[in-house]
């Protein structure tokens, strides 16, 4: 069992989220940063869907009741077990009684903390993901707080030895995206605008989406269409020219007309942008 000593600001049960319901109004959810979670479930030896927690914002405390294997990755942080320094990417024995505190988050927006075995909370939905909005999944569909206590799933895998990737791996990169189902509704000029601007990550930006700054992209027609289905990562331009990335608790239909999607291999580095950080667009053709 994991208590959570003391909650960060945000903190959700998360897994590799849910499919197949996005037809009834339902986001995937899941990990921001994928990839991530998936290379510490390796190296945790669990399947690659099991749940663990996504950090962010601030620190805090988790206390190990029974002894467990834990990893962390993601955001890079100041964080220790029992007072000594622990570095991401390696299989941490903590005994029973062990408290480990994230001191600060350095750079990057999601901290993950895996242990073998995963976390059990209930599936829901074919998924143990937190969608906050329907209060779905998760420990009851909310955000951890103090005193919380998380069971910990029977281990079957073997662990494996290699470090992971992380989000961050590309840090200060350009993301890559592929022209949008509306790419046509832009003309030369807004595209040019659309490549050449340096965005800036908003302070209004979430799991739902991440509003940019920085650029007005000029639609050739109107900016309200049909409502129709939209995927995480593609980027929605409305009324005003600033652009929307949808997230993993982001709405599954849209009206914007969408310039270009996010190719899901960059997904992961691009959910790793913090408020006020700065990121630029290359498109794939």
């Known amino acids: 069992m994991i208590l959570v000593e003391a909650a960060p600001p945000f903190a959700t049960v998360q897994d590799l989220g849910r499919t197949g319901f996005r037809d009834s109004g339902v986001p995937v959810s899941g990990l921001a940063d994928r990839d991530s979670g998936i290379a510490l479930n390796a190296l945790l030896g669990n399947d690659p869907g099991a749940a663990m927690i996504e950090w962010a914002v601030a620190g805090g405390t988790l206390r190990f009741e029974t002894a467990c294997t834990v990893a962390i990755?993601?955001?890079?942080?100041?964080?220790?077990?029992?007072?000594?320094?622990?570095?991401?990417?390696?299989s941490i024995e903590a005994p029973a009684g062990a408290a480990l505190h994230v001191a600060r988050i350095v750079r990057g927006r999601f901290l993950l903390v895996a242990v073998r075995g995963g976390i059990d909370v209930p599936v829901v939905l074919g998924s143990r993901a937190t969608l906050l909005s329907a209060a779905l999944g998760g420990l009851d569909g909310r955000r951890l707080r103090d005193g919380d206590r998380l069971p910990i799933g029977p281990a079957y895998g073997a662990p494996a030895r290699a470090r992971g990737p992380s989000g961050l791996a590309a840090f200060g990169e350009p993301v890559h995206v592929r022209r949008g189902p509306q790419a046509m509704l832009f003309d030369e000029r807004a595209w040019t605008t659309f490549a050449s601007t340096e965005f800036t990550v908003?302070?209004?930006?979430?799991?739902?989406?991440?509003?940019?700054?920085?650029?007005?992209?000029?639609?050739?027609?109107s900016a309200a269409l049909p409502s129709e289905p939209a995927c995480v990562g593609a980027i929605q331009v409305p009324e005003g020219g600033a652009p929307i990335v949808i997230m993993n608790d982001g709405p599954t239909i849209g009206g914007y007309p969408k310039?270009?999607?996010?190719?899901?291999?960059?997904?992961?580095?691009?959910?790793?942008?913090v408020p006020g950080e700065r990121v630029r667009f290359v498109i794939d053709e």
């Open 73 to 90: 990755g993601g955001a890079e942080v100041e964080c220790s077990l029992n007072g000594r320094a622990v570095a991401a990417w390696r």
């Open 202 to 221: 908003s302070r209004a930006s979430d799991r739902t989406g991440y509003r940019l700054e920085g650029g007005v992209i000029a639609h050739a027609g």
């Open 259 to 273: 310039i270009a999607v996010i190719r899901s291999s960059w997904m992961s580095r691009f959910a790793q942008l």
